[in-house]
């Protein structure tokens, strides 16, 4: 695809960093001479220098035949500008644009066709904050992406020793949970991909991906550790967006301490909370931290916008005792450094957010992408179309589907013709009419069937894409 991405701060260059890979023309905008010089240095791109709403700029750039068109600049005004203008004079086919303010979140038609032209506005600080509320909500997770608007979860944890299931073999998880139907579709020991089979063991200290409809999750991991007690005492480190945003959610349910060390932005927070304790200090203070109690925290949470503080901040709250410490931070070399140590979860915002994009960048009907492991893997929520002689996949068992080795599918969300009146205790799958169906290699696609496919490596996504293309007779 031609793509135009306006903004090359850390968004910008993420996401072109992702798409470049990807054999992805890229263009990028930006009004920093350096900032440009630095990515093409780096990556195999274009660059224009200039103002990303100037129609000039946008006509230098390609607009004129660009597939889409990618806003992201630190400024809403400019982003929903160029985003306009990319709909009324180069009539580009799909427009996506950051917005950060919630006053425009809060109206979202001033999106719509008649007025900004934006196809999918994203928000990557509440795409963050909702990504922390999920880890807070299951707390022995690494990762929890959800799929089916929720209806399926796919979670990623540590095996611990003493875990029924841990030490044997994955087939005998349904002697363990027989009233529940979930599936193992990955696991990773010493950071190396394993396909996981009936007759693998699981070992402790193994990251295990596993799928489940969202009701059943929590009993399927205990069987590969022990449930954590739920957060009740949470600090947060850093009052900007992310942080306040986090606090904000989690305030009336929990007790939450915030420490900014701007004071002017302290005052701001205290009026604007009211239910979070807000300290004006330095997060990577030890007395401070010592004099509110962080090492008797469930969650430590380090949103500041500076990676070292971040991670001095958790490293010092979990020597004191804090159980959890989540980090966020903003350079790859120094997430794959981190994730997994003394600080139990790196939080990469560039890749918590890049899946909100990419679902519009891969090819053939993709509802979600959630990008996993750092970025390494993918998984994807597809819909299959066609019928036998259109499709490779539609009218297939899946243990006939020809997947790249590795890859997996986990789950389908389907449509059912009648109302699923048996299964009364879940409302919400009775009023959409859907039924969450675990993938088993004898589980047949049909048509409009929704597949959550897990992906260990990136380079298979072109195989994956062209799986689910329909053949020229479907049209």
Do not use: W
Request: hydrophobic share 45%; with cysteine; charged share 25%.
């Amino acid at each position: 695809m031609k793509i135009i991405i306006l903004g090359a701060g850390r968004v910008g260059a993420s996401v072109a960093e992702n798409l470049v890979g990807e054999q992805n023309d890229i263009t990028i905008v930006d009004t920093a001479p350096e900032r440009l010089k630095e990515l093409q240095d780096r990556l195999d791109l274009r660059t224009v220098l200039g103002n990303a709403a100037y129609p000039s700029v946008l006509a230098s750039a390609g607009a004129q035949d660009a597939d889409m068109l990618l806003a992201v600049t630190q400024s809403d005004e400019v982003n929903m500008v160029a985003c306009k203008i990319a709909a009324s004079f180069f009539n580009v086919p799909t427009r996506i644009a950051r917005i950060r303010s919630t006053e425009y979140l809060a109206k979202p038609e001033i999106f719509g066709p008649e007025h900004f032209g934006i196809d999918s506005p994203i928000c990557p600080e509440q795409i963050v904050t909702d990504h922390i509320l999920q880890l807070v909500e299951i707390p022995e997770a690494l990762q929890v992406v959800n799929f089916a608007d929720g209806r399926v979860k796919l979670v990623a944890l540590k095996a611990f020793r003493g875990g029924p299931l841990v030490g044997h073999a994955l087939h005998d998880l349904k002697k363990h949970v027989p009233h529940v139907d979930t599936r193992v579709v990955a696991i990773y020991r010493q950071n190396r991909p394993i396909v996981p089979e009936g007759d693998t063991v699981i070992e402790p200290g193994d990251e295990v991906f596993l799928i489940a409809a969202k009701e059943n999750i929590r009993t399927v991991m205990r069987e590969l550790r022990q449930l954590d007690r739920p957060v009740r005492r949470v600090m947060i480190a850093g009052g900007g967006n992310i942080g306040t945003r986090v606090a904000r959610a989690l305030e009336k349910s929990h007790q939450v301490k915030l420490v900014e060390h701007n004071k002017q932005r302290c005052e701001l927070l205290a009026a604007e909370l009211h239910g979070t304790l807000v300290l004006n200090g330095d997060a990577t203070d030890e007395e401070l931290l010592e004099a509110e109690a962080a090492g008797e925290m469930d969650l430590f949470c380090a949103l500041t916008n500076d990676d070292e503080n971040n991670i001095m901040a958790s490293l010092l709250a979990k020597r004191m005792g804090a159980r959890k410490a989540i980090c966020l931070i903003n350079r790859p070399a120094y997430v794959d450094l981190v994730h997994g140590g003394e600080i139990d979860i790196a939080l990469s915002p560039s890749q918590v957010t890049i899946g909100s994009l990419l679902a519009h960048v891969r090819r053939g009907d993709v509802a979600v992408v959630h990008s996993l492991r750092r970025g390494a893997a993918e998984a994807l929520e597809l819909i299959a179309h066609g019928d036998a002689s259109t499709s490779k996949v539609v009218g297939r068992a899946i243990g006939d589907i020809r997947l790249p080795r590795g890859a997996t599918i986990g789950a389908i969300v389907r449509r059912l013709e009648r109302p699923m009146v048996e299964r009364l205790d879940d409302t919400a799958a009775e009023e959409r009419n859907e039924q969450v169906l675990i993938a088993h290699h004898d589980t047949v696609i049909r048509p409009d069937d929704h597949v959550i496919v897990f992906v260990p490596n990136k380079r298979m996504i072109p195989k994956i894409e062209k799986l689910f293309q329909v053949g020229l007779g479907f049209f």
